[in-house]
């Protein structure tokens, strides 16, 4: 089982139903670690949308009476990967390569 699916899957529901372009969800190292992918989007929009998804799943929390944290390293005691936001860039001339 993967700890905390309930959420992701609650926040890509939400988050599909609410027009936001959420790509990929996946389980992370440290235990009730989750990820998700917002887009392909571009420009403001983008921005719009990771702040619109971090609301949604902040409510979706509310529910299962849990509480998240974008800490980019909430645990810093033992071996555990650290959990910032990255963003993925590609060009045209990237993708025909």
Not at 15 to 23: D, H, K, T
Not at 31 to 56: C, F, H, K, N, T
Not at 81 to 94: E, I, P
């Amino acid at each position: 089982n993967n700890l905390g699916r309930m959420i992701t899957e609650g926040l890509y529901r939400c988050a599909l139903y609410a027009g936001i372009q959420i790509s990929g969800t996946n389980g992370e190292v440290m235990p009730g670690q989750q990820e998700y992918q917002v887009g392909p989007a571009v420009g403001i929009d983008a921005g719009d949308q990771l702040m619109m998804s971090r609301y949604i799943l902040q409510r979706v929390c509310e529910e299962y009476q849990v509480f998240c944290t974008l800490h980019p390293k909430p645990i810093t005691e033992g071996d555990w990967n650290g959990a910032g936001m990255h963003t993925n860039v590609s060009t045209l001339a990237m993708r025909e390569e």
